[in-house]
Nanobody, 119 residues
Framework: QVQLVESGGGLVQAGGSLRLFCAAS????????MGWFRQAPGKEREFVAA????????RYADSVKGRFTISRDNAKNTVYLQMNTLKAEDTAVYYC????????????WGQGTQVTVSS
């Protein structure tokens, strides 16, 4: 089992930027693809971005392409989500998760970090 802790959320104005962090502990971090998901009030959790075990492959939701960048540092057991040009509709609780690949198998979840974008 991998334990995940997200951080970096906060309140930002529309057009601004935030960088989210997800620190992993427990089993070998580099054995897992990693993903970011988000859940807005009253909505289901949705996929945001994912990155392969070695960081060479990434996948993004259409709604964040060109604005968000996922990356990872296996030496630091950390995955990042750089969010630029934020919009009010990006407001949500953001979660990281381990994955079997960048397409499926997302299992262990963190507790989430709140991102609020004011318009």
């Amino acid at each position: 089992q991998v334990q995940l802790v997200e951080s970096g959320g906060g309140l930002v104005q529309a057009g601004g930027s935030l960088r989210l962090f997800c620190a992993a502990s427990g089993r070998t971090f580099s054995n897992y693809a990693m993903g970011w998901f988000r859940q807005a009030p009253g909505k289901e959790r949705e996929f945001v971005a994912a990155i392969s075990r070695n960081g060479f492959s990434t996948r993004y939701a259409d709604s964040v392409k060109g604005r968000f960048t996922i990356s990872r540092d296996n030496a630091k057991n950390t995955v990042y989500l750089q969010m630029n040009t934020l919009k009010a509709e990006d407001t949500a609780v953001y979660y990281c998760a381990t994955g079997t690949s960048i397409y499926y198998g997302f299992g262990s979840w963190g507790q989430g970090t709140q991102v609020t974008v004011s318009s």
